[in-house]
């Protein structure tokens, strides 16, 4: 087992890539602790799943990014698990739109969900990994993040935001034993895709090498790589799970 004993802190994975996370962690001998926006029938089919491979689970209903809330969930974790080995930031929206018709919130929500709710959770854990001197941070990035993309300036804003926030947390802290790395999934299957309409996934697909989309499954995978000791001297690195695409 990979992750035997070690404690998995999730964020916004009721469903999609933060769950198959949560449900690979488990796999491999992790306790979860998993956020999302509020507790629903959805939350709670997660939590089953993943007591079901007989780890210990506790779902944490919050706003990632509320820096006080987030602190608070840290907290409890702390309390409820003893220790916490690996930070996992999943939450995300998108609100796509051409720059010129984008709203000054749908920038700001944008903004806040997906690059301050990194912030907020990795300041929480930092003091309890720097204590214990270990520790692995994940957070999902994009394959936008590095390129960009028309219609998303917001999400590849805050998603190239995290790829900052992840190399200055490798260097702020990898003399205390903490590593710090992004995932920048290309093109995967998951709600928050399928919200996009016909014309742009077939657009998506075509650009795609690989001609499919990946699975959250497979994005699952290499952050399971870098939650555990498969990757120990590997930290301030985007690894990119996209087919291929450019
Ligand atoms: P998804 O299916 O839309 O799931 C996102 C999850 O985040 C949902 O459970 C959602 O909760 C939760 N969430 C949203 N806002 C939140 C908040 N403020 N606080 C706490 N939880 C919140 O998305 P996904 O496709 O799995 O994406 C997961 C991550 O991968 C995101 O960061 C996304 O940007 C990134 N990513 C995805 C793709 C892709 O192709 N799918 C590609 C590149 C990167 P509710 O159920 O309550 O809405």
């Known amino acids: 087992m990979l992750l035997e004993k070690k404690v998995a802190l999730i964020t916004g994975a009721a469903r999609g890539i933060g769950k198959q996370i949560a449900l690979a962690f488990a796999r491999e001998g992790a306790n979860i602790a998993f956020t999302d926006l509020e507790a629903n029938e959805q939350s709670q089919q997660t939590a089953d799943e993943i007591k079901a491979l007989g780890v210990d689970?506790?779902?944490?209903?919050?706003?990632?990014?509320d820096f006080d809330a987030a602190h608070q969930v840290v907290e409890q974790v702390l309390a409820d698990f003893g220790h916490l080995d690996i930070l996992v930031n999943n939450a995300g929206i998108t609100r796509d739109t051409l720059l010129m018709r984008m709203t000054e919130q749908q920038w700001d929500q944008v903004?806040?969900?997906?690059?301050?709710?990194?912030?907020?959770?990795?300041h929480a854990v930092t003091p309890a990994m720097m204590r214990q001197r270990s520790g692995s941070i994940i957070s999902l990035s994009s394959v936008v993040g590095i390129n960009?993309?028309?219609g998303q300036a917001n999400y590849a804003a805050s998603k190239a935001g995290i790829i900052a926030l992840t190399k200055s947390v490798a260097k702020e802290l990898g003399s205390r034993g903490i590593r710090a790395n992004?995932?920048?999934?290309?093109?995967?299957?998951?709600d928050m895709t399928k919200a996009l309409s016909e014309d742009t996934l077939k657009q998506f697909v075509s650009m795609i090498p690989m001609r499919r989309g990946g699975e959250p499954e497979e994005v699952a995978k290499v952050a399971l790589f870098l939650a555990c000791d498969l990757s120990s001297y590997v930290s301030g690195q985007v690894i990119q799970v996209n087919g291929a695409m450019a």
């Not at 506790?58 to 706003?63: S, V």
């Not at 992004?182 to 998951?190: K, S, V, Y």
């Open 57 to 65: 689970v506790r779902f944490y209903a919050g706003n990632a990014a």
């Open 111 to 122: 903004i806040q969900v997906n690059l301050k709710s990194a912030f907020n959770f990795t």
């Open 148 to 150: 960009g993309n028309a």
């Open 182 to 190: 992004a995932i920048a999934p290309g093109f995967i299957l998951t």
